[in-house]
């Protein structure tokens, strides 16, 4: 009796696994052909701490560090702001953008506003370390782009 009981545990432990190997080569698939990496910097604000918003200090990581370099996995065309709506909403970070006349504006990232640090205060991106020329919904993201959005407390020094 103890002998069937075991095979039985150990024949129940094979098929999870089976499985369990099965799910991960689905989700291996579901990530898509090309990959990029995003990341979330607020860190200059510890440069300009006088000019921000009393109320907002809790929402700067010490390091600055919103979300550190993560690859973000696509399909077909997708573009700068795509890929960070997807990543906040994968992560839980909060994200508020707008529709303006050059396009979408990211207006605020993990509760951080432009404003909250002084007037010049705000989101830009830079793709492969410079800062993009385009609109985050205009640009499309290629194989390899490391894209990395960063609040800015004043465009002539932190740009």
Known sequence: MKKSWK???LAALVVCAV???LVSCKK???KGEYKATVSIDCSK???HE???NADKADYVPKDGVVLGET???FDGEVTAYDLLQAVCQERKIQMDAEDSAYGKYV???AQLYAGDCGDMSGWMYKV?????EVGCDAYTVQEGDEICWVFICDYLTDC
């Open 107 to 109: 207006k605020g990232i």
């Open 45 to 47: 604000i510890w440069a």
């Open 71 to 73: 690859e973000v996995f």
């Open 19 to 21: 499985l369990s190997g």
């Open 7 to 9: 095979r039985v545990l």
């Open 28 to 30: 291996q698939e579901a």
């Open 128 to 132: 492969n370390g410079e800062f993009a």
């Open 50 to 52: 006088a000019d921000l």
